[in-house]
């Protein structure tokens, strides 16, 4: 089922805040793609020079903006959490056979989920969706973030750190930066979350506000993610 859209991906200026949303009623989040924070690896298309998706400038190890492009280096970023779902998981047709969505919505306790006796991958991936509201600067941007497969363990680890707060989920800082990894397939970057404080109190308001929002109208992706490859 359709859901209405939640807007107000950037900080607005206030002299346009009357006209907000003009134009896109119509909008739902089938029909916008969210932007994701994602993170580059060597088998990324945004780092191939010669593919369409290259993004200039990118290298292993940066994060970017899946829909604009925009690189934010290797990190730190300082975000706020505004909303945190549910873990979801999805069985995918391998990349040899054309790749694709074969299951969105894989019970968490299915054994598609589980590893084979040999070791075998398992054929589902579980993701840990977020949305953030990423502080470059001065400004405000909201992106989607999904960590999966060795991204599970630092999802587990910022749960962790939200949890301890005590607080709302929307009222802490955190930081993310990219640090190389190894494991038996070979070497990855993976993701370092940090705590970094609370918002001000200025905006305690509004991101309650967003998260209320974004709990009832979700803007999850149901894209997998292009970088998570280990």
């Known amino acids: 089922m359709s859901e209405t859209l939640v807007t107000t991906t950037h900080s607005i200026p206030s002299y346009l805040e009357p006209h907000s949303g003009v134009g896109t009623e119509h909008l739902t989040a089938d029909d916008v793609a969210m932007p994701r924070l994602a993170l580059a690896q060597a088998m990324s298309d945004q780092v191939n020079s010669t593919h369409a998706d290259h993004i200039e400038h990118l290298s292993v190890g940066h994060f970017f903006n899946s829909v604009s492009g925009q690189n934010y280096g290797s990190g730190p970023l300082t975000f706020s959490l505004l909303v945190g779902f549910a873990p979801r998981a999805i069985e995918f047709a391998p990349i040899e056979q054309g ?95 940090r705590n970094a404080g609370f918002i001000p109190e200025a905006l305690v308001n509004r991101y309650a506000e967003l998260h209320a929002g974004l709990k009832s109208n979700p803007l999850t992706t149901q894209e997998p993610a292009t970088d998570v490859v280990i």
Request: glycine residues 12%; aromatic residues 10%; positive net charge.
């Open 99 to 193: 790749g694709g969505v074969v299951d969105p919505n894989v019970p968490l306790t299915d054994k598609r989920l589980q590893f084979g006796a040999n070791g075998e991958a398992p054929q589902a991936t579980k993701f840990y969706d977020y949305i953030l509201m990423l502080h470059p600067g001065e400004s405000e941007e909201m992106i989607a973030m999904s960590l999966a497969r060795s991204g599970v363990k630092a999802a587990k680890s910022l749960n962790g750190l939200v949890q301890m707060r005590g607080t709302a989920i929307y009222t802490g800082l955190y930081t993310v930066e990219s640090v190389a990894k190894t494991s038996q397939q070979g070497s990855y970057m993976g993701w370092r979350f």
